[in-house]
């Protein structure tokens, strides 16, 4: 186990003094307390301006925060907000504003993107196009995102509600409500959690998630 492993002593500082590197020569929109990030990670210097870390947020390896360029957007553009985790290999990319709220728990590999690469000119090569003008997501607080998943907003709002679960290599383009377990590729809602039963019940196939968003009871998310 790396408790007892004599070299992880190693790994834990580098970590400690990487972030106390970040916190005293980055310029981050905000840097909060108790916060981890992986040595191995990479965050531009200039691209921490427009990102901002909460208190107790944490970043294993090989976690890449990138800011990309042309947008018309004030204020961060990555917010991770207290106690987000983010699993090794991990990747966020803004144009425009990602915000994952309180508690958010990524696993390992998950890309988080709120643009893609321009590919409309089929005479020039698509790493020439520059990229699309994107548009925003809304991670909803304690939300668990598995292995490989990807978030990607093409244009408009994604927001996916609190408590919600992302199962492992899916694919989401869309919104969902709270409290939802939602899986595939594209995603679509499976599970949804009954208040008054208080455990989490399938979806019938008939039951279309405008149904369920419509019925759901909004005091919930709160």
């Known amino acids: 186990m790396a408790a007892n492993d004599p070299l ?20 981050f929109a905000g840097f909060g307390r108790g916060v981890s990030i992986h040595y191995s990670c990479d965050i531009g ?27 018309k957007e004030s204020g961060p553009r990555i917010i991770l907000a207290s106690g987000c985790k983010v699993g090794r290999r991990s990747i966020i990319s803004a144009r425009n504003r990602i915000v994952l709220e309180e508690d958010v728990l990524l696993a390992p590999s998950v890309l988080v993107m709120d643009h893609n690469h321009e590919y409309a000119d089929t005479k020039a090569p698509i790493h020439a196009q520059g990229i699309t003008a994107g548009g925003r997501i809304t991670v909803g607080r304690n ?8 978030i990607f907003c093409g244009d408009g709002e994604l927001s996916l509600g609190r408590n919600s679960v992302v199962g492992a ?17 594209p995603a679509k ?11 989490w ?14 019925s759901f009871d909004g005091n919930s998310s709160r």
């Open 8 to 27: 992880s002593f190693f790994s834990r500082l580098a970590t400690k003094l990487n972030t106390e590197w970040l916190r005293k020569t980055h310029l």
């Open 45 to 71: 210097r200039a691209s921490s301006q427009d990102i901002f870390v909460g208190d107790r947020v944490y970043m294993a390896a090989d976690v890449w925060l990138n800011i990309a360029s042309g947008s």
């Open 143 to 150: 939300c668990w995102l598995g292995y490989n998943s990807v």
């Open 169 to 185: 290599n899916s694919v989401v383009t869309k919104s969902f409500p709270p409290f939802s377990v939602i899986a595939g590729n």
């Open 189 to 199: 809602l499976i599970k949804i959690y009954d208040q008054a039963l208080g455990k």
């Open 201 to 214: 019940v399938r979806v019938a196939a008939e039951t279309s998630e405008k149904d369920y968003t419509r």
